[in-house]
């Protein structure tokens, strides 16, 4: 089995590059850096690289023409960027969506998977939705926005015959996750988690990274063309969410206080151009709290039944998590302790 593959250095492409090498297939993974460490890394576990961008359909052209399956899994997940960025997300996340899968149909590819995202679905409000959901509300984030068009190109290539099979993850959660919910997760594992929380009733569906891979290298086996996949392991609120982080060994084991909308709202307004200035990661920001306030519940049965997936239980997941990124915080300790030892100055 030859397949294509896009974002395979990534956060879901990492454990996804390796789950689909580990089946004995062959992975021609298209990265932009064939030079940095993560595609090296995947380099290491047996896949080819090719440069390329999903933004330039020719890069793609020669590589994708001899393979058996595409998976396109590239994107830029973000929240808070800055209006004058707004081009690229939609590049990347829009049009490489149109350029990727477009060239696979175009070229006869058998096996289209796409990952789009939960959010392509939108908010859901007191409904645990499936795959069957019909859009009720607008995005409230351009990243939001940006996975829904995209998604409705998918949609709109199936319907025409295009054999795509669509997954949309929950939140992704695990080690090394780049999201705000990873952040805070990083902040409990080095005991610096504030014991004040906001948004205890905002309830979100999660997918731990392992899972979310499994489950699209599935898809290969066993998925259904023209299906689309929710891959979830439940859905929670932010309050049982740090639940389940006090059982697990790390910073506080009370949040003293959860902080009304209004003022979390307000905080996170503020971070927003203090992170900027700082030069830091923009994590807290007016798109990450909209986003928290409201409910995004989904269901992944139909995964569960046609990939034959069993996706682990909420509190393993995040478990898994908080060992899992323990281990990388000691790991990066590690590597600072040794390059300090060789250049002492
Ligand atoms: N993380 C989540 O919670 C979540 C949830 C639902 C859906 N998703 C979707 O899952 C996919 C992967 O997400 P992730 O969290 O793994 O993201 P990630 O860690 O940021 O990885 C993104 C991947 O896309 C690649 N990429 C970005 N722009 C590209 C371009 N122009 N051309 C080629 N490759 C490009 C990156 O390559 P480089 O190494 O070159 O940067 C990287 O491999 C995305 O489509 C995202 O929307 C994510």
Redesign the pocket.
Known sequence: MKIFL????????KPLTDRLLKRGWEVTA????PE?D??KLIQTLGAQLIR?????KESMRSAMSAVDVVI???????FGILQKDHDQMY???VE?TQNTLSLAFELGIPKIIY?????AFGRTGQIIADEAYVRQFPPLTY?EET?MN?HEIAVGLQKIGAPIMIV??????GPG???GIGCLVRMYVRRCLPPILWTPNGRLAH?Y?DD?AEAIARCVEYGKIGEVYILSNGNQAHREMSDDWKKCEGGCKTTWFWLPNPIAVLLNRLAEPVERFLGIPIVFCKEFIFSAKENWQFTAAKAEQDLHMHFRSLEKAWCDTIAGERILIQKKKTKKYQHQKINPN
């Open positions: 896009t974002g395979g250095t990534g956060f879901i492409g298209l990265v932009r850096r940095n993560e595609s390329g961008d999903v933004t330039d396109h899994n590239a994107g830029w997940y973000e590049k990347i996340n490489g990952t789009s995202s939960i959010l990243y996975k995209a949309c993850p929950a939140g992704v959660i996750d780049h999201s997918v990274v979310a």
